[in-house]
């Protein structure tokens, strides 16, 4: 393989230890970037400290290095960034693209709907609103047509971000920075080249890309991993009590997760240590296997869930 400029993360958010969907997303971003001969970053998403569960970046840390899967530097801690991200927002708010709005919840909730833009008038302009009682939206009903190839779908979709939710928050009405500002300005300050994460995060992909194009920040590449539900057809989650990962059995979940993402690995791999197993994983890793046999359905509908209120 042809070495090539490969930066790529694992961004979790310190809302509980992880489990073996973490642990999933986590390994195909550590194959994808080892297998490209790149580098793999670490970085602690804790900017919703109502969220969090105090510990769970140490746990995290801790999971991850007991199944090998070791990043380079310095773990980055979004709590530490606010500065970054206010200089973003400042600098999006100058192109008159930011808005304050005090919709109400139910009023957001309206069924099947888009945001339609009822605050719009009130630009923001130039100072800063943070915790003001308003959230701030930035506009997408200009926005062009947001063109996306998913790196291990291998699939290109076409979203128009006024029709996929529009106007979407940037800073929360307590103050807090919102997630789709923090992350693009982090992948962009990292130098990302390939985010690698979950499905359940398609929705928010085409929103980064608007915003770091807004900013004149390059644009990763992205892939998303099939999500792993759980009996119900949930996501497995740490708010669904998902069991986290157990150190102990780091090589059988490691056996497991590679299996999860079609990499089919050999049975005599299955007593081998977590060294040998993620040697033979990187020199395997095949972005085919991820979703073959498998329908994502990767089109303007799944993107158009109409889910504006859910990561913000
Ligand atoms: N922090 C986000 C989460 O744990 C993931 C962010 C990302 O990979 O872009 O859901």
Same mark, same amino acid.
């Given at each position: 393989?042809?070495?090539?400029?490969?930066?790529?993360?694992?961004?979790?958010?310190?809302?509980?230890?992880?489990?073996?969907?973490?642990? /999933?997303?986590?390994?195909?971003?550590?194959?994808?970037?080892?297998?490209?001969?790149?580098?793999?970053?670490?970085?602690?998403?804790?900017?919703?400290?109502? +969220?969090?569960?105090?510990? @769970?970046?140490?746990?995290?840390?801790?999971?991850? &290095?007991?199944?090998?899967?070791?990043?380079?530097?310095?773990?980055?801690?979004?709590? +530490?960034?606010?500065?970054?991200?206010? &200089?973003?927002?400042?600098?999006?708010?100058?192109?008159?693209?930011?808005?304050?709005?005090?919709?109400?919840?139910?009023? %957001?909730?309206?069924? *099947?709907?888009?945001?339609?833009?009822?605050?719009?008038?009130?630009?923001? #302009?130039?100072?800063?609103?943070?915790?003001?009682?308003?959230?701030?939206?930035?506009?997408?009903?200009?926005?062009?047509?947001? %063109?996306?190839?998913?790196?291990?779908?291998?699939? #290109?979709?076409?979203?128009?971000?006024?029709?996929?939710?529009?106007?979407?928050?940037?800073? +929360?009405?307590?103050?807090?920075?919102?997630?789709? %500002? @923090? /992350?693009? /300005?982090?992948?962009?300050?990292?130098?990302?080249?390939?985010?690698? +994460?979950?499905?359940?995060?398609?929705?928010? #992909?085409?929103?980064?890309?608007?915003?770091?194009?807004?900013? *004149?920040?390059?644009?990763?590449?992205?892939?998303?991993?099939? /999500?792993?539900? &759980?009996?119900?057809?949930?996501?497995?989650?740490?708010?669904?009590?998902?069991?986290?990962?157990?150190?102990?059995?780091?090589?059988?979940?490691?056996?497991?997760?590679?299996?999860?993402?079609?990499?089919?690995?050999?049975?005599?791999?299955?007593?081998?240590?977590?060294?040998?197993?993620?040697?033979?994983?990187?020199?395997?890793?095949?972005?085919?296997?991820?979703?073959?046999?498998?329908?994502?359905?990767?089109?303007?509908?799944?993107?158009?869930?109409?889910?504006?209120?859910?990561?913000?």
């Amino acid at each position: 393989m042809v070495a090539e400029a490969y930066t790529g993360r694992f961004a979790p958010s310190p809302t509980g230890p992880l489990h073996f969907g973490s642990l /999933v997303t986590a390994l195909a971003s550590f194959l994808d970037a080892r297998a490209h001969h790149g580098r793999w970053l670490l970085r602690i998403e804790d900017i919703d400290p109502p +969220r969090e569960v105090h510990g @769970a970046a140490a746990t995290i840390a801790r999971q991850l &290095d007991a199944h090998g899967l070791h990043w380079d530097g310095e773990i980055l801690y979004q709590s +530490r960034r606010e500065a970054l991200y206010r &200089d973003a927002l400042l600098r999006l708010a100058a192109s008159g693209l930011l808005f304050l709005c005090d919709c109400s919840r139910d009023r %957001l909730r309206r069924p *099947g709907g888009n945001y339609d833009g009822a605050c719009r008038h009130r630009i923001l #302009t130039g100072s800063d609103p943070g915790g003001s009682g308003f959230s701030v939206r930035i506009r997408t009903s200009d926005a062009p047509e947001i %063109l996306f190839t998913d790196c291990l779908l291998g699939r #290109t979709a076409s979203i128009n971000l006024g029709d996929a939710g529009g106007d979407f928050v940037l800073r +929360r009405r307590d103050g807090l920075f919102a997630y789709q %500002l @923090a /992350v693009a /300005v982090d992948d962009a300050a990292q130098n990302i080249t390939h985010v690698v +994460r979950g499905h359940d995060l398609l929705e928010s #992909t085409p929103r980064q890309m608007f915003l770091l194009r807004e900013l *004149g920040m390059p644009v990763p590449i992205y892939g998303h991993v099939p /999500v792993v539900l &759980d009996a119900a057809g949930r996501k497995l989650s740490k708010q669904n009590h998902a069991p986290e990962l157990d150190p102990r059995d780091a090589a059988d979940n490691l056996y497991r997760a590679l299996t999860w993402l079609g990499q089919n690995p050999p049975q005599e791999a299955a007593n081998a240590s977590i060294t040998e197993l993620l040697g033979w994983a990187r020199q395997h890793w095949s972005r085919q296997a991820v979703w073959h046999g498998r329908a994502p359905n990767i089109t303007e509908s799944t993107i158009t869930s109409r889910q504006y209120g859910k990561k913000v």
